[in-house]
Each structure stands twice: as C-alpha cells, then as structure tokens.
C-alpha cells in the first residue's frame, strides 16, 4: 500500500492504475476505523481493480460546539488494518492541502439536506458536499462506497453525484452492528461502559418500530412516538426520530416497503444516529 499526503502524487498513481486497465474503488473516511469501515473497503475491491482509502477529519462538516477537537484519531492502526485489506493506496490529505486559507467554495444540496442530521447540525451537509465533490475531483474513481450507517448522507451525496454529473458508480454497504445491536461508530469509543451498555436500546427500539411497520402498523406519527418511548424508558435523549423516503428525505404519513425510521439520540456528551428500512 503506497501512503500519500499530495494530490498531485495521488493523481499520478491513479492515472497509471488507470492508463493499465484497471477501475477505481474509493471509500472516503475520516479514520479511527472499525469493522463497518473495512466492510466498505472489502466492498471496493470486489467492484473494482485498484482501491484508494481517505482518511480526512473534515473541519468544515464540524460545528462549533461538536467534537472535531476530540475526534478519535489512530493514523498508524488505521494504516495497518488498510494495507491488511490489500488497499493499493491511501490518501491523507493534511487540512492546508484541502482549504487554503482563502478557500471560498461551498456545495450546497437543498432538500436532502434539510430534515435530521440538517435540521440539528446546521452547515454539516454543506461540509459533506463539499469535501466529498473534491474528493471525488482528486480520487476520480468509477466507484466510489458509503455506509448505510449514515443514510442521510447517503442521499445527499447521491443527489449530489447525479446534479453535478460525477461519473461514478455510488455503492452502498449495509450497517455492521456489533452483538448487541449498536451500530459500529467510531463514536461508540466515548461512551463509558455503562453508557455503552445502555446504548443497546438503541438498535433495539429501531428493531421493534421495523418489525411493527413489517406487520402492517405503518402510521409514520406511532412508529416514531413509540421508537422515542422506547428510547426514554431507557434514559436515553432522542434528538430527532424521522420516518421518511430515504431518496428525498422527505417525512411520510404511512411506512411503505423500502420507508426509512432513522434516529439520533444523545448519551451524556456522545451522540449517536442510525435508522432501519421497513421490510
Ligand atoms: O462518513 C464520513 O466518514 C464522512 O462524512 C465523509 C464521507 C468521509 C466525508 O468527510
């Protein structure tokens, strides 16, 4: 695995790679990686010849308040566990490198953006788009691998790759989940071992609100009210519970197959997102 910090050398590997035949897989992420991450790199390479991974902690998709300063960071480990993956590059742009100090362009995807994940973290989906799109401009990939995990921006980088014109293959890998049912995050590293332990409820109240709409109780407005008092039985704090067209984001009234519950709650400082598809 070649370890590059500049574009310009990320580039040329990619041309040769390129210039012999071979298709690019890409899986951008910002590090601390986990099962899930290495579920998408295994993703990449049986879609295409030559795999590029990102690391990059991403300051614009950061608010003021969140926790850009205490982000988990293990370059060397997270380097190890790629090169294990046979990962034929990986790319860790610095912050200098990606925003000049008068970096002024900002892409902005309207609707999609708007509801959960937008609604409590202002600016965060304009982040996204905008290192993603110049990701994308610097990796040139023909596919390119998000998680399930974060539907929301899932659906905003689709939009974003059909509006713009990318010609790039998205691919989507389920959510890896650890025994208990909590989605893998490399957030799950903050909470203490109680916090941890009750974090399970989670997952779990998702389950149930899926397993309801599965048996035909499909009105949008119980599903979410029972999935909050699931989540307050357990003293964890819903921050927002949406049932909605995973392509639009858009909320509806009645779960249809293929609808999406998803959630964020708060334990103490951590804050976790997830969501489920009704069968
Ligand atoms: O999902 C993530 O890890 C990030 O939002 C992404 C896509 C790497 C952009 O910074």
Do not use: C, W
């Amino acid at each position: 695995m070649e370890t590059i910090r500049e574009v310009g050398a990320l580039r040329d590997l990619v041309r040769s790679a390129r210039g012999s035949g071979r298709t690019i897989g890409y899986v951008p992420t910002m590090g601390a990686l986990h099962e899930g991450h290495l579920s998408l790199v295994r993703l990449a390479r049986r879609e295409s010849d030559f795999t590029v991974v990102s690391i990059f902690v991403n300051p614009l998709q950061f608010g003021p308040n969140e926790d850009l300063g205490r982000y988990p960071r293990k370059e060397a480990d997270d380097a190890a566990a790629l090169a294990s993956e046979s990962v034929d590059v990986l790319y860790l742009p610095d912050a200098a490198e990606m925003y000049p100090p008068d970096f002024s362009t900002s892409v902005e995807v309207r609707g999609v953006s708007e509801g959960g994940e937008g609604e409590t973290r202002p600016g965060h989906f304009r982040g996204v788009a905008t290192v993603v799109a110049k990701l994308f401009l610097q990796v040139s990939p023909d596919v390119a691998v998000f998680g399930q995990k974060d539907l929301q921006q899932v659906s905003v980088v689709r939009r974003m790759t059909r509006d713009l014109d990318f010609p790039i293959r998205l691919l989507v890998g389920p959510t890896v989940r650890e025994p208990d049912g909590l989605a893998m995050s490399s957030r799950n590293a903050y909470l203490s071992p109680e916090e941890r332990r009750v974090a399970a409820a989670f997952p779990r109240a998702l389950f149930e609100a899926r397993d309801r709409a599965g048996r035909g109780e499909r009105g949008a407005a119980e599903l979410s009210e029972n999935v909050r008092r699931e989540l307050r039985t357990a003293r964890l704090d819903p921050d927002y519970v949406d049932v909605v067209d995973p392509e639009t984001m858009a909320p509806v009234e009645i779960a249809a197959p293929g609808t999406a519950l998803l959630a964020a709650v708060r334990i103490g400082k951590t804050r976790l997102i997830d969501n489920v598809l009704v069968p």
